[in-house]
C-alpha cells in the first residue's frame, strides 16, 4: 500500500544536539511539507518542497534544516538553533494538481531531555 | 492576511445527535477547501473536500460538510454522532492560484458521549 512513513515516532533530544526526522513516501508525490503541531496552535509550516533538490522556508524555519535529494525523501533536521523544538512533528506530501489533499504522516514526537 | 478559523475550541455532543463542527475563511479568490481529522498521536486523514459544484459535499465515515460562498464557510457536519467520532478536527483551505501553501485552523476537538 501506498503511503508515507516517519521515524522514529518518539524522539529524545538533549540540549545542543541536532537530530533528523525521517520520512519517506511512496506515493510518486511532487510535493512534501513539514509541520510542527502544539497544542492549540493548529499546524504550522517549518518547510515545504515541491520538486527534488528544491525546497522553500514555510512559517516558523528558523532553527530547522531540510534536504530532497530524492523524490521519496524529506528528512527534517532540528538544530540546536531551535530554542523550544518540543513538539509533534507532521510530514506530509500530495500530488501537484492544486485541488488534491494531503496525505499524512504518523507523526514523531519530540521530546528535549 | 488569508486565515481559517473554527471558532469552537471544543464540541460536545451525545451518541445519535446530529453534530457541526464550524469553519470560516477568509482568503481571496475560489479556495478549495478540506476537513481532517486526527486521532491521538496520529497523523491527519482526509475526510473530504470542496473544489467546485454542489455546496454540499460527502465524504469518509458518514461525514458531509456545507459550503456557503456568502459567508465563506464550510462546516463539518455529521446526521448522528458516534462515540468513534470523538476526535480532533481541522479545517483547511488552499487558494486556487496555483500556490502550494495550505492554511490550517487552529482545530476543534469533538467529544461525543454515549
Known amino acids: 500500500d501506498g503511503g508515507i512513513t516517519q521515524s522514529p515516532k518518539y524522539l529524545f533530544r538533549k540540549e545542543g544536539q541536532n537530530v533528523t526526522l525521517s520520512c519517506e513516501q511512496n506515493?510518486?508525490?511532487?510535493?512534501m511539507y513539514w509541520y510542527r503541531q502544539d497544542p492549540g496552535q493548529g499546524l504550522r509550516l517549518i518547510y515545504y518542497?515541491?520538486?527534488?533538490?528544491?525546497?522553500q522556508k514555510g512559517d516558523i524555519a528558523e532553527g530547522y534544516s531540510v534536504s530532497r535529494e530524492k523524490k521519496e525523501s524529506f528528512p527534517l533536521t532540528v538544530t540546536s538553533a531551535q530554542k523550544n523544538p518540543t513538539a509533534f512533528y507532521l510530514c506530509?506530501?500530495?500530488?501537484?494538481?492544486?485541488?488534491?489533499?494531503?496525505?499524512f504522516g504518523s507523526g514523531t514526537r519530540l521530546t528535549v531531555v | 492576511a488569508q486565515s481559517v478559523a473554527q471558532p469552537e475550541d471544543q464540541v460536545k455532543v451525545a451518541e445519535g445527535n446530529p453534530l457541526t463542527v464550524k469553519c470560516t475563511y477568509s482568503?481571496?479568490?475560489?479556495?478549495?477547501l478540506f476537513w481532517y481529522v486526527q486521532y491521538p498521536n496520529r497523523g491527519l486523514q482526509f475526510l473530504l473536500k470542496?473544489?467546485?459544484?454542489?455546496?454540499l459535499v460527502k465524504g469518509s465515515y458518514g461525514f458531509e460538510a456545507e459550503f456557503n460562498k456568502s459567508q465563506t464557510s464550510f462546516h463539518l457536519k455529521k446526521p448522528s454522532a458516534l462515540v468513534s467520532d470523538s476526535a480532533l478536527y481541522f479545517c483547511?483551505?488552499?487558494?486556487?492560484?496555483?500556490?502550494?501553501?495550505?492554511?490550517f485552523g487552529a482545530g476543534t476537538r469533538l467529544f461525543v458521549k454515549a
Open positions: 482568503v481571496s479568490g475560489n479556495p478549495y
Open positions: 470542496y473544489i467546485t459544484g454542489d455546496n
Open positions: 483547511a483551505v488552499r487558494p486556487d492560484t496555483g500556490g502550494f501553501k495550505t492554511i
Open positions: 518542497s515541491q520538486i527534488v533538490n528544491d525546497f
Open positions: 506515493l510518486n508525490h511532487d510535493a
Open positions: 506530509a506530501s500530495r500530488a501537484t494538481v492544486n485541488y488534491y489533499g494531503y496525505t
